[in-house]
């Protein structure tokens, strides 16, 4: 939309203030167990003695949800819309609540440090609340890989289950991949990468309390600074928080550390386009220290590190995009 007057600014403003406190008013209720208050139907007023607020606020933050088409208002009564219940309760309902975490807190970092003077790219969020939730985010997506991409490339699945199954995790952050692939892939053993020291700390906390310290070891090491040879079945390159000559080098060291017929997942998230959601991928990506490349281009860049069957995929719907290389058998 071309924006030629004044009003038309006044228009663009209130609509974005609109989506603002719509996004905002469903984190609060998520945060708040609103939607699962209301199974079975009910109204306001139970709503909010459920939840622990004013009738008031409880039927505000409803009436937000009625217009988002999350839930519907038949008489005083208030009920979660079938899609809502589908994926907003039960075990989506913690997937979703990272998702509105991560970006809540990471959008509100944006704007408090362009206020103070100090906006920088870069993932240097050391507040374990704001790991927590961008690790979370990765639940989800790794157990679609492991159940649509992982068996349909030649080897992985068997290599992923054998008694001497191993992955690499490079930049383990919080440890929620590692753990989940433990979870998925009952034998397999991890080394997790993470330089951060409150990450690492946070890590091996998660870790611990899933009881699986025997099976992820945390190594406060870099990507560049990595000498494995031949010893993974699958390494995760999360290149979206790297910058391109990390990835360039990275890929040729994550080459070596294969073994041969192991496979490489690289994450994307740039979208192509000009559009708002496009623009929108691209700051993220910048924002998270990575160069923001289409999954196109990171395909390029990991077969000119070597890797053959180079393909791009990824969970339908998903923001992540998935490269996978493997290294020749
Ligand atoms: C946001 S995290 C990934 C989240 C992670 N999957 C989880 O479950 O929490 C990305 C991590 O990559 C790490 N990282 C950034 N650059 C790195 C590098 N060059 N080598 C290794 N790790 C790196 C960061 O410290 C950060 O913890």
Same mark, same amino acid.
């Given at each position: ?218 190594? *406060?090491?870099?990507? =560049? #600074?990595?000498? /494995? ?9 999360? &290149? %979206?928080?790297? $910058? ?47 160069? *923001?490349?289409?999954? =196109? #281009?990171?395909? /390029? ?9 180079? &393909? %791009?995929?990824? $969970? ?14």
């Amino acid at each position: 939309m071309q924006i030629q007057t004044a009003q038309d600014v006044q228009r663009l403003m209130a609509g974005l203030i609109d989506s603002t406190w719509a996004f905002s008013a469903l984190a609060a209720a998520m945060e708040l167990g609103l939607l699962d208050a209301l199974d079975p139907a009910c109204s306001a007023a139970d709503a909010a003695a459920k939840t622990g607020v004013t009738t008031d606020v409880a039927r505000a933050l409803l009436d937000i949800l009625v217009s988002l088409g999350l839930t519907q208002r038949e008489g005083d009564r208030y009920q979660a819309t079938l899609g809502a219940s589908q994926s907003l309760l039960e075990a989506q309902r913690d997937d979703v609540l990272a998702w509105l975490r991560s970006t809540h807190f990471q959008s509100r970092g944006l704007v408090d440090a362009a206020r103070h003077g100090s906006l920088q790219a870069g993932w240097i969020h050391t507040d374990p609340e704001i790991l927590q939730a961008q690790g979370r985010t990765g639940r989800a997506p790794i157990h679609a890989m492991a159940a649509q991409v992982f068996p349909q490339l030649p080897g992985l699945e068997d290599r992923l289950r054998s008694p001497d199954a191993t992955f690499l995790d490079v930049g383990i952050g919080v440890g929620i991949i590692s753990i989940e692939m433990c979870r998925i892939y009952p034998q397999l053993r991890v080394v997790g990468l993470e330089p951060g020291e409150v990450q690492a700390a946070e890590a091996r906390r998660n870790i611990a309390a899933a009881s699986l310290e025997d099976r992820i070891e945390v190594r *406060p090491q870099r990507l =560049e #600074e990595l000498t /494995d040879r031949e010893s993974f079945d699958l390494i995760y390159l999360p &290149q %979206v928080f790297m $910058p391109i000559e990390v990835v360039r080098d990275g890929l040729s060291r994550v080459h070596r550390a294969l073994r041969p017929g192991g496979w490489v997942f690289v994450l994307a998230i740039t979208a192509p386009g000009e559009d708002l959601h496009a623009s929108t991928t691209r700051l993220l990506n910048v924002m998270w220290g990575g160069s *923001p490349l289409l999954a =196109e #281009e990171v395909a /390029d860049v990991t077969r000119s590190a070597g890797f053959e069957s180079v &393909q %791009v995929g990824g $969970p339908p719907g998903s923001l992540m995009k998935s490269i996978m290389g493997r290294r020749s058998v």
